[in-house]
């Protein structure tokens, strides 16, 4: 009997419970985030968008109880393909949203973001290195990394540095690093081997 009157209770607590679902109704509109000139952000979409926008501050709508969270997109394998087979040259971005950018990290590093994949960025990164003075000796695709020798005008020494291709929120950020790939390259070499390389993207 306790046990039957105590499963009673939590099933008629749940009812109780008020459904806080539109809430977010009410919540306020924030001005989207402003960069520092000298840095970039690239791609706002949101993956889970507020229905409906334009009723958000209207209340509860006509027959609408409470809000339902929107699925995020299901991954579907494309049928007959391997899952590590892949094409030889990617297909271009279906939007413009791939142009490359000549940017700096938070600690003012020079960088190239890429707002595509990776597959898409690594093929026109190799292509652009073979139209400068840059010379690859090396590539670990599943690293993302390029190893290269560079020139004297770039004023690197030793004149050996790595071309790191890195996933980020916004893409595919691309950075010069030292020869043992433990740290980032000097800022003005950086920046001279990276704008050699984004001339030609």
Excluded at 59 to 78: C, I, M, S
Excluded at 80 to 105: H, I
């Amino acid at each position: 009997m306790i046990v039957a009157g105590a499963v009673a209770l939590s099933v008629a607590g749940c009812g109780l419970i008020p459904d806080n679902s539109l809430r977010y109704r009410e919540a306020q509109v924030l001005e989207p985030i402003t960069v520092p000139g000298d840095m970039v952000f690239i791609g706002a979409d949101p993956l889970y968008a507020v229905p409906q926008m334009e009723r958000r501050l209207q209340g509860k709508g006509e027959g609408e109880d409470k809000f339902e969270a929107p699925r995020p997109p299901q991954l579907v394998a494309a049928p007959g393909e391997a899952d590590d087979e892949e094409e030889e040259t990617p297909a271009a971005p279906a939007d413009n949203t791939g142009q490359a950018v000549l940017a700096k990290d938070g600690s003012g590093y020079p960088i190239i973001m890429m707002p595509t994949s990776f597959a898409w960025a690594w093929e026109k990164v190799s292509e652009a290195l073979t139209q400068t003075d840059l010379r690859v000796t090396d590539r670990n695709r599943d690293q993302g990394v390029f190893f290269l020798t560079v020139p004297e005008r770039y004023q690197l020494q030793p004149p050996q540095a790595r071309l790191k291709l890195s996933h980020t929120t916004n893409g595919i950020q691309v950075a010069v690093l030292n020869e043992e790939g433990t740290a980032l390259a000097g800022k003005t070499s950086g920046l001279a081997i990276l704008e050699s390389i984004h001339g030609e993207l």
